[in-house]
């Protein structure tokens, strides 16, 4: 691992004040992914900015009648939230879903929506790979193909997005509220911090270096029955190879793009009459990849939404 330097913020403006100072400082948070890619070598930040210790971690009901998650909740705190669990059953279910309960104890919500995508040649630093080094190429592209993003790939990367936790925000519609130096504040839909690939795949969000999640908002839930389906390698401790949440009339698909995304064509379909099965395949109409892969989402897209349209009749 390479020399850098260390500070544990004392508050959000000295963690926002070192940013702004630091160029290539990172904020650390529960430390699984970004200590992760430091041993690899894949990130190689001068300085660390441990915001781990800020009071963000609170959980608290906002007046709409939704809920404001602190970035630095854990994921395990989120996830056994007796509100979530009984409002948003579809973010207590993809959190659970998430690594393993070791990772999730440390794991924290700014940290999740932040984290780096799992493509196998952007860990491995001897494969060329345009995200962690431009211009190099793309190995995943004559590579392992079960994780392609089957939407708003470019030529210059098909990776797709990790984050379990942010399928379900977007299903909910929830928003991001973050800060930078200057003391500007953001508010955007979660499905929109990060950025399709296009020509600079290294760019993973619209984020500036010295800006900060401070938390998530959700909004009251919509009304009628949530789903959440992943398919995994392995019961455990793995990302998906593809998920979906469904919150009332909404769908999101997970590990499918580099960004949750709402399937927006089928919930169209769904609103027009369509069967589970028409609405995924609206849906995947759109998509690119291999067969295989797009039929494994197009059918776990129906199997989610028929399971919600079940609780519904139940
Ligand atoms: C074996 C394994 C399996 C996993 N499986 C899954 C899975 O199935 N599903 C899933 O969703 N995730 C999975 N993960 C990922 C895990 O959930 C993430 O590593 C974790 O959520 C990151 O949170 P953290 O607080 O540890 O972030 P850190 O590692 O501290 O930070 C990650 C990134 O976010 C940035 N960051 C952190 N907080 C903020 C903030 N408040 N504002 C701005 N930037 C911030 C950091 O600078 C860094 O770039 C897995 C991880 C491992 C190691
Ligand atoms: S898909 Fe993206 S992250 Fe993966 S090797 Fe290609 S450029 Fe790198």
């Given at each position: 691992?390479?020399?850098?330097?260390?500070?544990?913020?004392?508050?959000?403006?000295?963690?926002?004040?070192?940013?702004?100072?630091?160029?290539?400082?990172?904020?650390?948070?529960?430390?699984?992914?970004l200590?992760?890619?430091?041993?690899?070598?894949?990130?190689?930040?001068?300085?660390?900015?441990?915001?781990?210790?800020?009071?963000?971690?609170?959980?608290?009901?906002?007046?709409?009648?939704?809920?404001?998650?602190?970035?630095?909740?854990?994921?395990?705190?989120?996830?056994?939230?007796?509100?979530?669990?009984?409002?948003?059953?579809a973010?207590?279910?993809?959190?659970?879903?998430g690594?393993?309960?070791?990772?999730?104890?440390?794991?924290?919500?700014?940290?999740?929506?932040?984290?780096?995508?799992?493509?196998?040649?952007?860990?491995?630093?001897?494969?060329?790979?345009?995200?962690?080094?431009?211009?190099?190429g793309?190995?995943?592209?004559?590579?392992?193909?079960?994780?392609?993003?089957?939407?708003?790939?470019?030529?210059?990367?098909?990776?797709?997005?990790?984050?379990?936790?942010?399928?379900?925000?977007?299903?909910?519609?929830?928003?991001?509220?973050?800060?930078?130096?200057?003391?500007?504040?953001?508010?955007?839909?979660?499905?929109?911090?990060?950025?399709?690939?296009?020509?600079?795949?290294?760019?993973?969000?619209?984020?500036?270096?010295?800006?900060?999640?401070l938390?998530?908002?959700?909004?009251p839930?919509?009304?009628?029955?949530?789903?959440?389906?992943?398919?995994?390698?392995?019961?455990?401790?793995?990302?998906?190879?593809?998920?979906?949440?469904?919150?009332?009339?909404?769908?999101?698909?997970?590990?499918?793009?580099?960004?949750?995304?709402?399937?927006?064509?089928?919930?169209?379909?769904?609103?027009?009459?369509?069967?589970?099965?028409?609405?995924?395949?609206?849906?995947?109409?759109?998509?690119?990849?291999?067969?295989?892969?797009?039929?494994?989402?197009?059918?776990?897209?129906?199997?989610?939404?028929?399971?919600?349209?079940?609780?519904?009749?139940?």
């Amino acid at each position: 691992m390479k020399p850098f330097a260390f500070e544990r913020a004392r508050d959000v403006d000295h963690a926002l004040s070192l940013a702004a100072a630091s160029p290539g400082a990172r904020f650390l948070a529960g430390g699984t992914n970004l200590l992760d890619l430091m041993k690899l070598e894949i990130e190689q930040p001068a300085r660390l900015i441990d915001v781990g210790r800020l009071p963000l971690a609170e959980i608290a009901e906002t007046a709409a009648g939704g809920l404001r998650i602190g970035a630095l909740a854990t994921n395990t705190a989120v996830a056994s939230d007796p509100r979530v669990r009984s409002r948003y059953p579809a973010l207590a279910r993809a959190i659970l879903a998430g690594g393993s309960v070791q990772l999730r104890n440390k794991a924290t919500v700014g940290g999740n929506l932040m984290q780096r995508t799992r493509c196998p040649y952007f860990m491995d630093a001897a494969k060329p790979c345009n995200k962690r080094l431009p211009g190099s190429g793309c190995s995943a592209m004559e590579g392992l193909s079960r994780s392609l993003a089957l939407f708003g790939a470019s030529e210059m990367c098909v990776a797709v997005s990790p984050s379990d936790m942010s399928v379900a925000l977007a299903a909910f519609d929830a928003v991001a509220e973050t800060v930078r130096a200057d003391g500007s504040v953001r508010r955007r839909p979660v499905e929109t911090l990060h950025r399709l690939p296009g020509e600079a795949p290294q760019v993973d969000t619209d984020l500036a270096p010295d800006e900060l999640v401070l938390a998530v908002e959700l909004p009251p839930p919509p009304p009628g029955p949530q789903a959440w389906r992943k398919v995994r390698a392995r019961a455990s401790y793995t990302g998906a190879i593809a998920s979906v949440a469904v919150a009332g009339d909404r769908v999101a698909l997970g590990a499918v793009a580099a960004r949750p995304w709402r399937a927006r064509l089928a919930e169209a379909a769904l609103a027009d009459g369509a069967s589970a099965a028409e609405a995924a395949a609206a849906e995947l109409a759109h998509a690119e990849g291999p067969e295989g892969r797009r039929s494994l989402v197009r059918r776990i897209t129906a199997d989610a939404i028929r399971e919600a349209r079940e609780g519904a009749a139940s």
